[in-house]
């Protein structure tokens, strides 16, 4: 095991009703002016914007609203976000969505502490340095956001989808209400399915030091997406396989499983953010289709993990077996597997391939990914 | 799932060397001067208060030495080192040692800021609202105090052992170096492995809403203790082993596989504390004699948990298998499954089964545990 500081000091806030006390939490921040970031106007015909406006004024607490923010979310809506924060010396940001929203506003966060562009923070030029605080009630679990310190953010001019990995964005408090949840469309329960299960086995088949502890660990949290999934397919208003998912999913990304390991990376995030950036797909559909095509160039690196993937996740008896065994539970539940299925043809490939290399020299690991590697990865998913 | 309120603010800072930085986490914190708590001259001999004195003096701290604490510590030692932590202004406790040191500490966290005797806050005539900043250097994994807010102690004069819970008196830091602990005896090895499962199986099999991810989590850390134990049974210098074991018992006991959870109880460390209260017997080695008891007792009121661990941890067929299995393992690993073993005989019966009695009021659930079925339990430990 190689050693590590873990320190994740953020407030979960679990269950129903919870998103009743966003106020109290703010207040007890001492927070008076917030900016409350939000997607679609969803959130103010199902009654929670109306919630939290009501448990923001119960507690004197002024807010700025500031919606729009898309999946993928997009620099031009962060850099808008910032002015607003900074014309309104807000003291705070409040999140109201899914991750698209939490990552927009921990990088409104930084970016309004910033002096300079707030792209600087994402390609290395700066630092973080400070952070508003960053409160959130989370209305989709997939990222894992809600308990860590990272942000992943869309340049459109660029076709750069980079991210911020820092102290000061841990939100302080996060609501997690699994009720709040039971709307999701059952393509994006899926999608959020793919996208757990890639932050649970990015360490998982690519770490160099990876004790069997946290391999247990990572199955106990695949194995649990995988049979509340198929629960809430069955149906959707199932609390308790709601509540198991979302809290597995913050489990996946809290720095918990990643805790002692060493040497890994993450060559699915890092593929599929060249799918996201340039074709707008969702990032859990575009998951789907990368896992399986990078399993089946990747496995002969660490045969015994693989191995111990087929025997523990799908109970398969052996490598091959339980690569297909994956796939074929992702088509079972109808996220993508295949890039025509996102609209992908062989004539993007070039276009593809460019933007993953570029990925791969900002997630280091571009000794590994040559233009061969990736286009060998890619053709497996037509 | 049961709503929940999830917070761990303690940094472990884990891995070889850490120690070394023990001054510069309390210069972080601003500590100028601390007293400094341990258990036997152990960590004289050995060179460990050399390097955790040298590292506060390169950093301007000022320590005041506190030694001679126990297993099963007492609450006229807690009394001592508050007098002492008063008469000089310390403005933050450090243990260096086991469980048995850090609990002791926190008890002088609190009590230093209590302005009445500490056992009041044992015993809830008052609450802990104020604590000195504790940190620690952990020698000896298994209590999970590390990680938590809670700390038990002995009242040798009323022979009662009990508890207090409070966020005050979480770690600020906790430094865990697996190769600090090589040198733990192979007995405390086998008391704490039985420790770390006690800690792991109590709510796994008392609890009313118990989801199935935390049981997954649960066998998870059952699973690597027990591997890991029987690794550094074989060789006590298997530093990953050492490792694996010290993280899952932290995991064992810091809050998360609690999460969500409602309706457990602590029956196997009800039971244990009247031994080690009454006998002064190593906490671990009560539990392995109470746990299989307990068991044996209990299985009928969730045949289907029970069914669960057999599988699950002992691929064994049914639950008498399954209670068979563990204590067979205990047998094997050397730590004691029979009351006889630790000296403890038929006539003793009378005044344990009092002291547990005692102990379930204090537990909150005397209603299960009666007089008969306390009986019942320790007779199938003789």
Known sequence: MDNFTFHNPTKIDFGTG????????????GIRKVLLCYGSD????????????KSLAAHGIEFIEFGGIVSNPLLSTVREAIALARGHRVTAVLSVGGGSVL??????????????DVW???????AVTAALPVFDILTLAATGSEMNGGAVVTNEATREKFAIQSPHVFPKVSIVNPALMQTVSRDYLVYSAADVIAHSIEGYFTATVQPAFHSRMVEAIINTVIETTEALLANPADYDARAQFAWASTQALNGLIYTGTAGFSYPN????????????????????????????WYHGRNPAQFERFAR?????????QGIAALEQWFDK????????????TEDDLPATIENVLNNARYFGIAELYTREAVATILRHAL
Request: no cysteine; net charge negative.
């Open 42 to 53: 969803r959130i103010k015909r199902d009654g929670l914007f109306d919630t939290v406006s």
């Open 333 to 344: 539940i109808g996220t993508p597997t295949r890039l025509s299925q996102l609209g992908i």
């Open 312 to 320: 523990h996740v799908f109970g398969a008896a052996n490598v091959e």
């Open 120 to 126: 600087d923070l994402f390609i290395g030029k700066a």
């Open 18 to 29: 919870k998103e009743q006390q966003i106020g109290q939490h703010l207040a007890e921040h």
């Open 103 to 116: 990552d927009s506003a921990k990088a409104v966060a930084a970016g309004t502490l910033y002096d300079g």
């Open 269 to 296: 995030h890092m593929i599929e953010h060249a799918l996201s950036a340039l074709f707008n797909v969702p990032h859990g559909a575009g998951l789907s289709v990368v896992i399986p095509a990078w399993m089946k």
